[in-house]
C-alpha cells in the first residue's frame, strides 16, 4: 500500500490553491461514495459481492408484460398422466361376501372400478457379472483358448455405468468427491472410495479428450461466437476459466493468465472467422481479425449506475433505445425476416443524438498544468466514450439477425465452473482443472445436441463416445431411463 502524502499546511495557501484543494477533495469524496453505491444490479460486480444486507430497491431492466401471475394460456403443462401398459398391477378385490345380506360375491363378475398409478423408481442394488475364458485341447494335442473382451481387463473392475454414474455427480452435479462416493454407496450399496472417483475423472477426460478437440475446431467455424472468463483458485493460487461458446456448441480451457496470452495459447478466438461476442475487455479488442459485437446487457446496467450518480436523462434514454430495439429485432427474426433497413438508420441516428446529448453533460477533463499523464475522468464519461467508438459493435445486434443482445450463452457457461467451485472448493492439481475442462465441454455441448450427461459418460466408458452432430441433426429425445447397474 503506497504512503499517503503529506497533508498540506493550510496556513501557507493561497485562496486560489485552497479552492484548488478543496474541488479536489470534493472529487474524491463523490468517486468513493459511487464506488460504495455500485453493486450486481448496476454494474459488472458479482451479485455475491452485495452481501446479505436487504436491498432497499431493484433495478431490474425486465418491465412489466402486462400479464397474469402464472401459467399462460395456451402453455404445455407437465403434469404427470397415467400410462397405457404399466409395468406391474396390483389389484385390490372387493370383500368375498356382501355386507347386508351375507351371500358369496362372484368375484369372477368383478370389473374394474378405478385405476390409479404410482411413478417410481425400484430400490438399486449393484449386480456382479462374472467374466469366463476356456481353454479346450484338441485331439491333435492343439491348444485353444477363448480371450476376455477389451473391456474385461481386471479380475475385478467397475463397470461402465457406476463409472459414468460417479464421474455425473462430481463434474456434471458438482458434488465433492467424498458426498459422491456417500451417494452411490447408499443408492446402490457399492462401496466406492473418493480416491477412485478420482481415477474415473481422469479416464473421462482421457475418453472425450477427442470430442473436446472436435468440438475447438467447430468453434473455427462459428458465425457467431460468445467468449468470456473467470478467475478459479487452481492449486492455491487464481488461475483463469475461459469459456467459448455457442447456442450447440460449449467449450472451456484453463491458463495461469487471463490476457491474450491465454487467448492465444488456446488458439478458440484467434482462428475464429464470425463475430466475436463479448464485454468489452481489452484483450479482445486485440484480435482485430474480425467482428465484433458487444454485450448489451453490461452496458444496460452501467446505464443503471450512471442514472443513479448523475441523475441526467440521457441513461434513460440510451436504455430505453437498446431494449426496444432489442424487442422489435427479437420480433423481426421469429417472423423470419431481417430488420428493416429503415428502422436500423433511426435507430443509429436516436443513438448517436443520445451519446451527443450525454457528452455535452459530461465534458472531458482537462488534464492541469504541469501535470503529467492521462487526466482520471469520470465515469460517466468513459461510459460515453464507449458509446462513441463501438457504436457499430454495440448495435450490431439489429443489423445481424445471428448476433444476439447480450453474451448471455457464454456467461451461462460461466456460471458451472463458479458452482463447482463454491460447493466443492478449489482445484487441488492442475490436471483436476484441466480434466473438468474437457468433459464439462463434452456434457455442455452434448446436452445442447439432446443427449443425456449420463449417457455421454456411458458411452465414453464403454468405449464408444457419442460424436458432435456437425450438420446440426439433433440427438434422439432424452428417455430418462438409465441402463441397471
Known amino acids: 500500500m503506497p504512503p499517503k502524502p503529506p497533508r498540506p499546511d493550510l496556513t501557507q495557501l493561497s485562496d486560489?490553491?485552497?479552492?484548488?484543494?478543496?474541488?479536489?477533495?470534493?472529487?474524491?469524496?463523490?468517486?468513493?461514495?459511487?464506488?460504495?453505491?455500485?453493486?450486481?444490479?448496476?454494474?459488472?460486480?458479482?451479485?455475491?459481492?452485495?452481501?446479505?444486507?436487504?436491498?432497499?430497491?431493484?433495478?431490474?431492466?425486465?418491465?412489466?408484460?402486462?400479464?397474469?401471475v402464472g401459467g399462460q394460456p395456451g402453455h404445455k403443462g407437465s403434469t404427470l398422466k397415467r400410462v397405457a401398459e404399466p409395468t406391474s398391477t396390483k389389484d385390490y378385490p372387493p370383500p368375498s361376501h356382501c355386507n347386508r345380506c351375507h351371500s358369496a360375491l362372484a368375484l369372477e363378475q368383478a370389473q374394474v372400478l378405478e385405476r390409479r398409478q404410482v411413478f417410481d423408481v425400484p430400490a438399486m442394488s449393484f449386480e456382479v457379472v462374472e467374466h469366463r475364458v476356456y481353454t479346450v485341447v484338441c485331439a491333435c494335442g492343439q491348444r485353444h483358448d477363448s480371450v476376455f473382451p477389451a473391456a474385461v481387463g481386471d479380475l475385478a473392475q467397475y463397470g461402465p455405468n457406476v463409472r459414468a454414474l460417479g464421474v455425473h455427480l462430481t463434474q456434471g452435479q458438482?458434488?465433492?468427491?467424498?458426498?459422491?462416493?456417500?451417494?452411490?454407496?447408499e443408492m446402490t450399496g457399492l462401496s466406492v472410495s473418493p480416491a477412485t472417483l478420482l481415477a474415473w475423472v481422469g479416464e473421462a477426460s482421457l475418453a472425450l479428450q477427442g470430442t473436446a478437440d472436435l468440438i475447438a475446431r467447430q468453434l473455427h467455424h462459428a458465425p457467431v461466437l460468445c467468449a468470456d472468463e473467470s478467475g478459479l483458485r487452481v492449486d492455491g493460487k487464481?488461475?483463469?476459466?475461459?469459456?467459448?461458446?455457442?447456442?450447440?456448441?460449449?467449450?472451456?480451457?484453463?491458463?495461469?493468465k487471463r490476457g491474450l496470452d491465454a487467448i492465444v495459447a488456446h488458439g478458440i478466438l484467434p482462428k475464429r472467422i464470425g463475430v466475436l461476442v463479448h464485454d468489452c475487455w481489452a484483450p479482445y479488442w486485440k484480435l482485430d481479425d474480425g467482428l465484433h459485437a458487444l454485450c448489451n446487457a453490461h452496458l444496460l446496467r452501467e446505464l443503471v449506475y450512471a442514472q443513479e450518480v448523475t441523475g441526467q436523462q440521457w441513461p434513460t434514454a440510451m436504455t430505453e433505445l437498446l431494449l426496444n430495439a432489442q424487442r422489435l429485432s427479437a420480433a423481426a427474426r421469429q417472423q423470419g425476416r431481417p430488420f428493416d433497413a429503415d428502422a436500423i438508420a433511426a435507430f443509429t441516428i436516436v443513438y448517436n443524438d443520445i451519446v451527443r446529448q450525454g457528452e455535452q453533460l459530461n465534458p472531458p477533463q482537462l488534464k492541469p498544468d504541469g501535470k503529467s499523464g492521462r487526466c482520471k475522468q469520470s465515469d460517466a464519461h468513459n461510459l460515453l466514450r464507449r458509446f462513441r467508438l463501438h457504436a457499430d459493435a454495440i448495435l450490431r445486434f439489429i443489423a445481424d439477425p445471428t448476433v444476439p443482445f447480450s453474451n448471455n450463452i457464454a456467461e451461462r457457461a460461466v456460471r458451472m465452473p463458479k458452482?463447482?467451485?463454491?460447493?466443492?472448493?478449489?482445484?487441488?492439481?492442475?490436471?483436476?482443472?484441466?480434466?473438468?475442462?474437457?468433459i464439462r465441454s463434452c456434457l455442455d455441448t452434448l446436452r445442447k445436441q439432446g443427449y443425456s450427461m449420463l449417457e455421454v459418460l456411458r458411452r465414453a466408458f464403454a468405449g464408444d463416445p457419442i460424436m458432435l452432430s456437425i450438420s446440426g441433426i439433433k440427438a434422439p429425445p432424452i428417455s430418462g431411463v438409465m441402463a441397471p447397474l
Open 174 to 185: 458438482m458434488l465433492p468427491y467424498a458426498r459422491a462416493a456417500e451417494l452411490i454407496g
Open 16 to 68: 486560489t490553491d485552497k479552492d484548488r484543494l478543496i474541488d479536489v477533495l470534493f472529487a474524491r469524496m463523490d468517486a468513493l461514495e459511487a464506488k460504495l453505491g455500485m453493486n450486481s444490479q448496476n454494474s459488472s460486480k458479482p451479485p455475491s459481492s452485495d452481501g446479505l444486507a436487504k436491498k432497499q430497491k431493484t433495478s431490474s431492466l425486465r418491465g412489466k408484460s402486462g400479464k397474469a
Open 419 to 438: 458452482v463447482k467451485q463454491k460447493i466443492s472448493g478449489c482445484f487441488r492439481t492442475i490436471a483436476g482443472a484441466d480434466n473438468f475442462c474437457i
Open 238 to 256: 487464481l488461475h483463469w476459466m475461459h469459456v467459448a461458446a455457442t447456442a450447440e456448441l460449449t467449450w472451456y480451457g484453463m491458463h495461469a
